[in-house]
């Protein structure tokens, strides 16, 4: 039978003959998305499409899973990229935001907020004699924030000035002056930065619904709720997925779009690991939700700690740095690197650890002091000093060396595609990801993506650290701490 699956070896091009069934593991972003991008191909007109996720999409209100990286109350919208083809998609993705005319818009209903960016970082030129560090491939030269927030600057200026409106909305704001009246809350942060007007940010949750909705009413896709344990297989060929409850679900084609779990049924090889970021949230009144209804996002690329304008009298206040680790040995060792090799199961695999399964969790005492720094910096009300976090997360991402996503056919296992590697920064892709998805499952990736979104690992390099420090210039902090180190690190501070 000559599927999509019996083609995925060799990787080259070839001619390609949809699958007659997809099974897709994760129902965030990524998994959604693709599902309805499946849908609207007139190539998968004849494809069964299944959607299998831990959460019941039956159940209102917790589908997808709470603890899925795409679900909370915001997420940044931005075309602020030092790298400028995620500057183009991103461009794509913030045209459908914009739309909100009508109730069913992706941009209406409170879905988006064009509320603007504030990118802010350290203009302390580097020391004269150091020469960029190398990234772990030696390829690519190590960015800092500064030189990730001058390489977006570049960008955004670039993307505006195809339109004057649009470029008279972005300003270079070259000191801390500048910024302190940018923000508009009587608080500053950083010494150089720029504001753009053209970006802003999501309702996250909503945003997730809406999809949802998008897909049901295909009636296309068949939705299961359950928590995939293993891949199955036969030979060198995925056939399925295998349920907690002992169900097993058949497809030809295997996509697992499991975010930062991914790692826990896929060998990823160190190409992706799950990392830890933390979140605050802090309640406001009424008037003071009011007193910041201009205020902007806010990031600091110096530290990754960032604010995004309250909504429902919420504010939100994060961080995007390395996070932390979470070496974790599994009972179910996942699908090995190649048919060849035994599975490995007293390797540690970094996976998420979050409320849903750990419901005392909280974030370490570290982070917590951080969030509180930069919302005293960025707000600095007296009222708002000490006033305590309603609530604190843990949110996982699939984290890769470059920040690159990791979109492609396995080369070892036929029938399997994998589309994680979020790197923290998928969810302004909502609306054009399902679509570069699936037009690298029709081996037709798009070419300024295909290096970029390539499974890189061959066997002969497996084996690789569960650590992976994503080095795309946006990330800062200490490096490969553990969940556990940083937790421990608090309880010592309190004896
Ligand atoms: C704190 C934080 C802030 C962020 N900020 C931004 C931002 O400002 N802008 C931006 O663009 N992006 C941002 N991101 C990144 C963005 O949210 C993610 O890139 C995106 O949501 C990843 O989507 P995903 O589909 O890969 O993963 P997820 O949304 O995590 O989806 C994975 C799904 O797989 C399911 N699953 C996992 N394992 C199994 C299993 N064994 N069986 C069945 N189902 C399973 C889960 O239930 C889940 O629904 C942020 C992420 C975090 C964590
Ligand atoms: C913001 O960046 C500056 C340097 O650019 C740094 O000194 C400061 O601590 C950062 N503030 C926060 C809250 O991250
Ligand atoms: C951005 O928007 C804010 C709020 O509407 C406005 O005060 C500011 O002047 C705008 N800045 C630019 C550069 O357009």
Redesign the pocket.
């Known amino acids: 039978m000559a599927t999509a699956a019996s083609s995925s070896i060799p990787p080259s091009a070839q001619q390609f003959l949809p699958p007659s069934s997809i099974l897709i593991v994760g129902s965030g972003v990524f998994g959604l998305s693709t599902a309805l991008a499946l849908v609207r191909r007139d190539a998968f007109a004849q494809t069964s499409i299944t959607v299998v996720d831990r959460s019941d999409p039956s159940q209102p209100g917790t589908f997808p899973s709470s603890d899925a990286a795409s679900v909370d109350t915001s997420r940044i919208i931005r075309a602020d990229y030092a790298d400028a083809a995620y500057t183009a998609l991103a461009d794509e993705a913030q045209a459908q935001w914009r739309k909100q005319d009508k109730p069913t818009d992706l941009g209406a209903q409170g879905r988006y907020h064009e509320a603007?960016l504030l990118l802010v970082g350290d203009d302390t030129p580097p020391a004269p004699t150091a020469a960029p560090p190398a990234s772990q491939d030696g390829l690519k030269p190590k960015l800092t924030g500064l030189d990730y927030a001058r390489m977006s600057w570049a960008n955004v200026v670039s993307l505006a000035s195809k339109d004057p409106q649009l470029a008279?909305?972005?300003?270079e704001l070259p000191s801390p002056d500048a910024i302190r009246d940018?923000l508009?809350t009587g608080g500053s942060s950083g010494s150089w930065g720029y504001?753009n007007?053209n970006s802003g940010w999501a309702n996250a949750a909503a945003s997730m619904n809406w999809l949802f909705d998008q897909v049901k009413q295909t009636g296309r896709v068949h939705f299961v709720p359950g928590t995939v344990v293993s891949l199955e297989r036969t030979g060198d060929t995925v056939t399925g997925a295998k349920l907690s409850d002992g169900r097993v679900l058949s497809a030809d084609l295997v996509v697992v779009a499991a975010g930062a779990w991914t790692g826990g049924l896929v060998d990823l090889a160190g190409q992706a690991v799950a990392t830890g970021q933390v979140l605050g949230y802090i309640d406001l009144t009424e008037e003071e939700q009011e007193k910041l209804a201009?205020m902007?996002v806010i990031l600091n690329l110096s530290t990754g700690l960032f604010i995004i304008p309250p909504t429902d009298r919420v504010l939100k206040i994060a961080r995007h740095a390395y996070g932390y680790i979470n070496p974790t040995t599994v009972t179910n060792p996942p699908l090995p690197l190649s048919p060849s090799q035994p599975p490995a199961p007293q390797t540690p695999i970094s996976l998420p650890r979050t409320a849903a399964t750990h419901p005392s969790l909280s974030i370490p005492a570290e982070a917590a002091a951080d969030l509180r720094r930069a919302l005293r910096e960025m707000i600095p009300w007296p009222a708002l000093h000490d006033r305590p976090f309603t609530k604190t997360r843990l949110c996982w991402y699939s984290d890769t060396p470059t920040g690159d996503f990791l979109i492609d056919y396995h080369p070892h296992w036929r029938g399997l595609f994998v589309a994680t590697g979020d790197s923290g920064h998928a969810f302004k892709f909502l609306p054009v990801i399902g679509d570069k998805v699936v037009d690298c499952i029709a081996r037709n990736c798009p070419a300024e993506f295909r290096e970029k979104w390539a499974w890189k690992v061959t066997e002969a390099k497996a084996g690789l650290p569960v650590n992976v420090v994503t080095e795309d210039g946006s990330r800062s902090g200490k490096a490969g701490v553990t969940l556990d180190q940083a937790l421990a690190e608090d309880s010592q501070r309190e004896v």
Do not use: E, F, L, S
Not at 168 to 171: M, P, S
């Open positions: 603007g008279a909305r972005v300003r940018a508009g504001i007007n201009k902007p």
